[in-house]
C-alpha cells in the first residue's frame, strides 16, 4: 500500500514554514514543495486531510485548503477523494532555454549529446555506465585508483597457488575456501562470529545485492530504502520488478550546519506498515551522505525488521572507510537474520570485482541456487588474489585514509570559498559530500557540466521520481589540486546557471530529469 503521512509527522518536517515573506497558503504550499523535491516527503504519498493539519499548524483550514490547491495546479498533488491528495512530480518536460555564447541544452525528456556526456539518459532508459569522456575531470564515480603495490603482491602469489587449483573444474558457486575463510575471520574478528559456511563469494557488492534479490524476492515485492540511496541499488530493484519504499533522512542540528540522520520512527513505521520483503541499508558511511548510524539505531532497525518479517540487508562496501575514528557495530551482531554485503572495491580497488555476502547457511544455500540463473562462479585468480588482501586489509588503509581526509577537508574548504550558498554536512567517512544547492538546478548543472570540462551525477540519480534536484554528490578522491579545478569550473557552471533566469524559474516548479 502507497504511504501516508499524519499531520503531525509533516509538521516536524515543515519545521517554521511560515516567515510572513507571502501568503500563508504559498508559503506552505512553497516548502511542501521543496519537501517533495528533496525526497524527504516520498511520493505517492497521502498528505493530512486539510481539517487535521490546519488543527495541528494552528492555521485556517482555508490556508491549507488553498496550499493544497495550488500544489494541484503545480502537478505535485494528485486530486485524492476528499482532501487526501498524493504526492507526485509533475509530468512535464519544458525545454531548456538556450544559454548565451554556449549553444543550446538539449530537452529535459530527451537524451542528446550533452546529456550522454554528463551521464543521463532519456526517460526510462539507464544511465549510461561509461567514464567520463578524455579530457573531463569526473565527479560522477566516488572511487580511488588501486592501493598499487599491496594489490600487485597479491595477485603474484595468488600466481603461485593457481598451478595447484588447474586440476579442477573451477566452477565454484560459494566461492573458494581459502577467502571465505579469510571473510568469516574479519566477521569473527569485529565481533560477529562466522564460519565460512556463512559466507558466498561474488563478483563485487552490486552481484551480490542482485543474487539476494532474485532469491527473496517476486515481482512487485517492496524493498525498503533510505532516501537518498545508492543509485545501482536502486537500479538492481527496479530491473527486478520490484517496488522501492523510500524512507527519507531528516536533518540534525540548526541551520546550514544540518547533518543528514536516519528517522527511526519514520524507519520503524514504514516496516510496520508497508511490510516489505527487503530493507536494504548503507549504515556504515552511508552513499552518499557520509554518516555513520550509531549502534542504538542498528539494534532498534534489526529488531524493527525482525517484527516486520523483514530480510534486512546490510551494505558494508564503505565501512572500512572510517575517516574520524567513530566505533560502530557491525549490525549482524543484533540478529542473526541480518544479511550483510561486503566488498573490497572501494577500500582497494573497483577492477577488483570482488564482493561477498554474509548470512545464515540456510540463506547462503539460497543464494547459491539462485546465482546459477546469473553465472557459475567467480574468477579463479581474482579469488586468490583477494583472499591474500582480506588477511591484510589494514595495511594499505592507514594511507589511504589520509589521502582522504586530506581531500575531504580541501573540498570542504574549497566549497566554503567558492560556493559559499552551497549547505554541506561534513561526511564521517565515506568518499564523498552531499552537498545542499541553493536552487533545484542539479540537472541543468549536469548538462552543462562538459562544457566546463567536468562530469557530475544528478542528485536525482541518488533518489526516486525526480527527488533530489537540489543536491549534488561531489566525491572528494582526487588530488587537491583537482579537486579545486573541478569547484572553480562548478563555479563558473552555476554562474552561467545565474545568468539565465528564465531558467532558473523553469526548475522552480519543473521536475527532475528522470533516469532509471
Known amino acids: 500500500m502507497p504511504g501516508t503521512l499524519n499531520s503531525s509527522a509533516l509538521a516536524r518536517l515543515l519545521g517554521k514554514w511560515h516567515l510572513g515573506a507571502a501568503p500563508a497558503y ?60 498524493r504526492t507526485r512530480i509533475p509530468r512535464l518536460t519544458p525545454l531548456l532555454p538556450t544559454l548565451p555564447s554556449h549553444g543550446e541544452l538539449p530537452a529535459f525528456g530527451n537524451a542528446g549529446p550533452g546529456l550522454a556526456a554528463a551521464g543521463l539518459a532519456a526517460p526510462g532508459l539507464a544511465a549510461p555506465g561509461l567514464t567520463a569522456p578524455e579530457g573531463l575531470i569526473d565527479l560522477a564515480y566516488a572511487a580511488l585508483p588501486a592501493s598499487g603495490e599491496v594489490v600487485h603482491r597479491a595477485f603474484a602469489a595468488g600466481l603461485t597457488e593457481l598451478p595447484a587449483l588447474l586440476p579442477g573444474f573451477g566452477y565454484d558457486a560459494m566461492g573458494l575456501l581459502p577467502l571465505r575463510e579469510a571473510i568469516a575471520e574479519r566477521y569473527s574478528s569485529a565481533g560477529v562470529p562466522t564460519d565460512a559456511a556463512q559466507i558466498m563469494v561474488t563478483s563485487g557488492a552490486q552481484h551480490a545485492l542482485n543474487i539476494v534479490i532474485r532469491a527473496l524476492t517476486e515481482r512487485q515485492d517492496k524493498i525498503l530504502v533510505e532516501h537518498p540511496s545508492y543509485p545501482n541499488a536502486l537500479d538492481a530493484i527496479r530491473a527486478a520488478g520490484c517496488r522501492p519504499v523510500p524512507v527519507a533522512f531528516v536533518g540534525q542540528g540548526a541551520g546550514a550546519s544540518q547533518v543528514p540522520a ?25 552513499n552518499p551522505t557520509g554518516q555513520l548510524m550509531p549502534d542504538a539505531q542498528r539494534r532498534e532497525l534489526a529488531r524493527a525488521a525482525t517484527a516486520a518479517g ?83 586489509l589494514d595495511e594499505p588503509l592507514p594511507a589511504r585514509l589520509d589521502s582522504l581526509r586530506e581531500g575531504r577537508s580541501a573540498l570542504l574548504e574549497l566549497l566554503g570559498k567558492h560556493l559559499p550558498e552551497w549547505e554541506t554536512a561534513r561526511p564521517a567517512g565515506g568518499l564523498s559530500i552531499w552537498c545542499k544547492l541553493p536552487g533545484p538546478i542539479s540537472t541543468a548543472l549536469t548538462v552543462i557540466a562538459p562544457d566546463f570540462g567536468i562530469r557530475l551525477a544528478a542528485g536525482p540519480r541518488f533518489g526516486i521520481g525526480g527527488a533530489f534536484e537540489r543536491y549534488l554528490r561531489v566525491p572528494f578522491t582526487l588530488p587537491p589540486a583537482q579537486l579545486e579545478t573541478a569547484v572553480l569550473a562548478l563555479r563558473r557552471a552555476q554562474d552561467r546557471l545565474d545568468a539565465a533566469p528564465q531558467l532558473r524559474r523553469t526548475l522552480k516548479t519543473a521536475p527532475a530529469v528522470a533516469i532509471a
Open 26 to 85: 504559498r508559503e506552505l504550499a512553497d516548502v511542501v514543495r521543496l519537501l517533495i523535491l528533496d525526497g524527504r516527503v516520498a511520493l505517492d504519498t497521502a498528505l493530512p486531510s486539510e481539517r487535521s493539519l490546519s488543527d495541528t499548524l494552528g492555521v485556517s483550514r482555508t490556508t491549507v485548503t488553498a496550499a493544497y490547491a495550488h500544489l494541484r495546479e503545480q502537478g505535485f498533488l494528485s486530486s485524492g477523494q476528499g482532501s487526501r491528495g
Open 262 to 286: 536516519w528517522d527511526m520512527p519514520a524507519l520503524q513505521s514504514a516496516l510496520m506498515q508497508q511490510r516489505p520483503r527487503i530493507a536494504y541499508v548503507v549504515p556504515d558511511f552511508h
Open 310 to 392: 523483514t530480510v534486512l540487508v546490510v551494505d558494508e562496501t564503505l565501512r572500512e572507510l572510517n575517516l574520524d575514528g567513530g566505533a560502530a557495530t557491525p549490525v549482524a551482531a543484533f540478529s542473526p537474520a541480518v544479511v550483510t554485503i561486503g566488498s573490497l572495491s572501494k577500500s582497494h580497488w573497483g577492477g577488483l570485482r570482488t564482493g561477498w555476502i554474509r548470512a545464515s547457511e540456510p540463506l547462503i544455500h539460497r543464494f547459491a541456487a539462485a546465482r546459477t540463473t546469473l553465472d557459475l562462479g567467480g574468477p579463479v585468480m581474482e579469488q586468490l588474489a583477494a583472499a591474500h588482501l582480506v588477511r591484510a
